[in-house]
Structures are given as C-alpha cells and as structure tokens.
C-alpha cells in the first residue's frame, strides 16, 4: 500500500495563476481532510471531506476549492493563488472521523507564490 | 473555542537526557488526545494518544498522560536519542461538531551526541 500520496511535492506559482493539488489514498478511507501548514502555527484545515461527493468547509477555506468525485481522491484548487497561500499543505485520511481513527498524512506540497 | 497550546522550540538535548513537551488544551466537552511526530521531509506520523481522562499513551518510550484536572497531556521520554529529533505535534480531536483536528504549533526537538 501508498498510503497517501500527493503531487506534487514543489510548486512555485505566481501571483493570479492558478493550480490543482491532488491528493490520493489507498486504504478506502470514507474521509479525507486538507491542511496547511504555517510556521508556528501547526497545521489549519482547509477543507474535509466525509465520503464521496461531500465537501465541507474547514477553519481556514477562503481562497480555495475542492472535489471528491472519487472515494480515493481529493484535490485541492487555487483559483486565483495570492502569497498569503505561500505554505505546505498537507492531505491526510481516515476511516471514519472519530476519537479512535488515526488519520494518515501524504508527505506535502510546498507551494510558493511569488 | 477548542485550542492546543505548545511549549516554545526548539529544544534542544543531549542524547540519553529526560525529554519534556508540555502540552495544554481548552475545548467545550472532553477530547481525544494525540502526539503526532513530523521527521525531516515527512508527513505526520499518530505517535500516541489518549481517549478519556487518566488514559496513559505509550510507543517508543514515549508517554503522555491525560490530565483532566489540569487540562494537559505532556509529552515525555526518559532517554531520548539522535533520531528521536523531529518536531512534535499536540492536538485534540472532538467527537461533535467538525470532527477534526485541532493542532498545537509543534516543537521542534534537535537531539546532539
């Protein structure tokens, strides 16, 4: 088993472009979370999701959108990137959201806007 | 709201030496809580956890306790070594509500022979 992937794992973008991170597990989990990643500021949910086509929104969602069309699949999209989005933004899974389900984390994207 | 506070980084000790990460937490109700460890270039990894009050988390050597009384689930290792650096991250998970989790800032931990 992957796990969970992501891709890419390096971006850098300019202000106004816009780009899809996807993130991708194989462990049939019904949820799927994405976070990012500021320095001393551990990790803020973006965006969740609690199975295939639900979305939801997180602590931090302006600025982005996301999909789950498909159960291993959930992508994360800038529409119009700012350099505030400057970060690396995890994507973790779980299979149920309760106290006793571990969520495991991709590896990251580190994404830099100019 | 529900939060998770950290003890500042780095901190930085000498292998073998006694390892303390303090962790506190505030939310409305009773959480879950975990310990997760990101190594260089990695994602996070559950390194423990705790479900309900008293509950002891254990792997690796490392413990935490869940402590009710004075809202903290502090991290501690009796004899750390040099691939026990990493940085270490708090949180708090709510059974209502989101169901997420809520992050501490982490610590960083650097480890010297």
Redesign the interface.
Known sequence: NAGVTQTPKFRVLKTGQSMTLLCAQDMNHEYMYWYRQDPGMGLRLIHYSVGEGTTAKGEVPDGYNVSRLKKQNFLLGLESAAPSQTSVYFCASSDRAGSYNEQFFGPGTRLTVL | GNS?TQMEGPVTLSEEAFLTINCTYTATGY??LFW?VQYP??????LL?A?KADDKGSNKGFEATYRKETTSFHLEKGSVQVSDSAVY?CAQ?M?TG????T????TRLQVQP
């Not at chain 2, 989101?98 to 989790?101: E, F, G, H, I």
């Open positions: 998770v959480p879950s997760y270039g990695e994602g996070l990894q559950l956890k479900t991250f998970f059974d989101r169901r997420a989790l992050f501490g800032s982490g």
